[in-house]
T-cell receptor
Framework: DSGVTQTPKHLITATGQRVTLRCSPR?????VYWYQQSLDQGLQFLIQ???????AKGNILERFSAQQFPDLHSELNLSSLELGDSALYFC??????????????FGPGTRLTVL | GQNIDQPTEMTATEGAIVQINCTYQ??????LFWYQQHAGEAPTFLSY????GLEEKGRFSSFLSRSKGYSYLLLKELQMKDSASYLC??????????FGSGTKLNVKP
């Protein structure tokens, strides 16, 4: 158990809909990262937040957005869903403090199925 | 992004040694991580290299050559439970992380 929690574990929805995925980082971690992993593909970095502010952006679609709240939990919002958005969505957290390795610890993931 | 390359799949025998290679673009390099991922599960951290050389951690070791943009993960005394995907991840600049597509390792009896 990495200490990172994600809800829900599974989500099934229809095209055109909007969903919200939630992540709680490990205690003490200030950074949260979101990744998408489609079948037979590697982890695609979407976005990173540090202490409530957006820090880095990867291959995140305009239909997707995220935020990190004062209690450091984060939400990833996916809208106008398409079949191709079906994937495992992972959240990871790290301390990201000076002198640390920034090792990311991953949550169990949310499996999104768009029908 | 950043062309992180690793072999797609490898097969090895229980008890043997296997080396999984990873190459990357050197510009902006700021650290390399290896993760293990069993199918349908979250990646778990194995090792971290930021300086040249070998880092040993039990049956697993990781090597880095920054000038060559090259790393490898060495797994010794292979066990069946080591069958998994091994992901090479590179940190570029301050905080941009890129993962390779992963190497699926099959350990056979």
């Amino acid at each position: 158990d990495s200490g990172v929690t994600q809800t829900p574990k599974h989500l099934i929805t229809a095209t055109g809909q909007r969903v919200t995925l939630r992540c709680s980082p490990r205690s003490g971690d200030l950074s949260v990262y979101w990744y998408q992993q489609s079948l037979d593909q590697g982890l695609q970095f979407l976005i990173q937040y540090y202490n409530g502010e957006e820090r880095a952006k990867g291959n995140i679609l305009e239909r997707f957005s995220a935020q990190q709240f004062p209690d450091l939990h984060s939400e990833l919002n996916l809208s106008s869903l398409e079949l191709g958005d079906s994937a495992l969505y992972f959240c990871a957290s790290s301390v990201e403090a000076s002198g640390t390795t920034d090792t990311q610890y991953f949550g169990p993931g949310t499996r999104l199925t768009v029908l | 992004g950043q062309n992180i390359d690793q072999p797609t799949e490898m097969t090895a025998t229980e008890g043997a040694i296997v080396q999984i290679n990873c190459t990357y673009q050197t510009s902006g390099f700021n650290g390399l991580f290896w993760y293990q991922q069993h199918a349908g599960e979250a990646p778990t951290f194995l090792s971290y290299n930021v300086l040249d050389g070998l880092e040993e951690k039990g049956r697993f070791s990781s090597f880095l050559s920054r000038s060559k943009g090259y790393s490898y993960l060495l797994l010794k005394e292979l066990q069946m439970k080591d069958s998994a995907s091994y992901l090479c991840a590179v940190k570029f600049d301050f905080n941009k992380f890129y993962f390779g597509s992963g190497t699926k390792l099959n350990v056979k009896p």
